[in-house]
């Protein structure tokens, strides 16, 4: 973990002697304390969220905000996956932030949105498919990529898909057990998959794999799948995600301070996510 130098942002002023005064009087003018940078929890194995040498585009988004607030962007690197950055860093005050989290995150106090976007089908640009999820329940499409745990998993099952793509599935990860351990194929390779042709389609969240999909060396698309998924029972299962900052839960005037940073940097928020090539919806749209 790399962890910049934090000063304590206090300027100290100088005494004037009082024959100096005398001899030649002024208002001394005192330099405005600096603020505190923004220290920002962050992974350097989350492509394309975040990387190391803060490559990601939610580093991209950090930066910005920062400025936004008059801070400097300060990133606190973990080598873990992002999901045990509210655990093991933000909660144990090594880090202030998290960005990426889903609004509605029972582990922080969310700022506002600064984007959504959803589920979707990744296929080959010449391939028909329509926005609603019984559309991966196809006959043509026999191979899925898809990310363990996820909506997309549960979609497969819905669409009587899954138990013939399990072992396809568990080969992305090299067969790798599960058990105990946080194992997920890489962002990259669902991608990887289509563009090979050893997956009909994946499907993940669009944020995870709209750099691969914009960047890939054979011409791809993404669906966005309409957000009216539910399970057998009844129970609806959402596909479209508010994304916001998370802080401490006793943090509010940061996350105040953070809010009105998002409303400045607006503009430039939704230049970077579109640059990345992510298909966005309300608040963003």
Same mark, same amino acid.
């Given at each position: ?9 206090r300027?100290r ?19 405005t304390a600096a603020?505190e940078?923004?220290r ?8 394309p969220? &975040?990387?190391?040498k803060?490559?990601g585009f939610e !580093? @991209?988004?950090?930066?910005?905000? =920062?400025k936004a607030?008059?801070? /400097?962007a300060?990133f606190?690197?973990s080598?873990?996956?992002a999901?045990?950055l509210v655990r093991?860093y933000l909660?144990?005050?090594a880090?202030?932030v998290?960005?990426?989290v889903?609004a509605d ?7 506002k949105?600064?984007f ?5 089908f990744?296929t080959?640009?010449?391939?028909q498919i329509?926005s609603?999820w019984?559309?991966?329940?196809r ?8 990310r363990?745990?996820?909506p997309?998993e ?6 009587g ?6 072992s396809y599935?568990? &080969?992305?990860v ?5 058990? !105990? @351990?946080y194992?997920?194929?890489? =962002?990259?390779?669902?991608?990887? /998959?289509v563009v090979n042709?050893d997956?009909?389609m ?8 709209a ?9 791809l698309?993404?669906?966005?799948i309409k957000d009216d998924f ?5 129970m609806k299962?959402?596909?479209?995600f508010?994304?916001?900052i998370g802080?401490?839960k006793?943090d ?5 301070e953070?809010?009105?940073?998002i409303?400045k940097a607006?503009?430039?928020i939704?230049?970077a ?5 992510i298909?966005t919806l309300?608040p963003n749209?």
């Open positions: 973990m790399q962890m910049a130098f934090r000063s304590n942002g300027a002023a100088a005494l004037l002697g009082g024959a100096v005064l005398a001899a030649a009087p002024f208002a001394a003018a005192l330099p603020a940078p923004l920002i929890c962050a992974s350097s194995v989350e492509a969220y &975040s990387e190391a803060a490559k !580093n @991209k988004i950090a930066e910005i905000i =920062a607030a008059g801070r /400097e300060e606190v690197w080598d873990k996956p999901i045990y093991d909660d144990k005050k880090c202030d998290v960005f990426g889903d995150d029972e582990r922080v106090l969310a700022t949105p600064y959504r976007t959803g589920y979707a990744v080959p640009a010449d391939v329509g609603d019984k559309d991966a329940g006959d043509e499409f026999r191979n899925f990529a898809v363990f745990s996820t997309a549960l979609i497969l099952k819905a669409a898909k899954y138990e013939n793509n399990l599935n568990l &080969s992305l090299n067969f790798e057990d599960k058990r !105990n @351990k194992t997920q194929v890489p =962002a990259d390779k669902l991608v990887n /998959e042709g997956a009909d994946a499907i993940a969240f669009a944020s995870d794999v750099r691969y999909v914009k960047n890939a060396s054979k011409p698309k993404l669906t966005l539910e399970r057998s029972d009844g299962i959402p596909l479209h508010d994304q916001a802080v401490r006793d509010a005037e940061l996350r105040k953070l809010d009105a940073a409303d607006k503009p430039e939704d230049a996510i579109a640059e990345e090539g298909p309300q749209g």
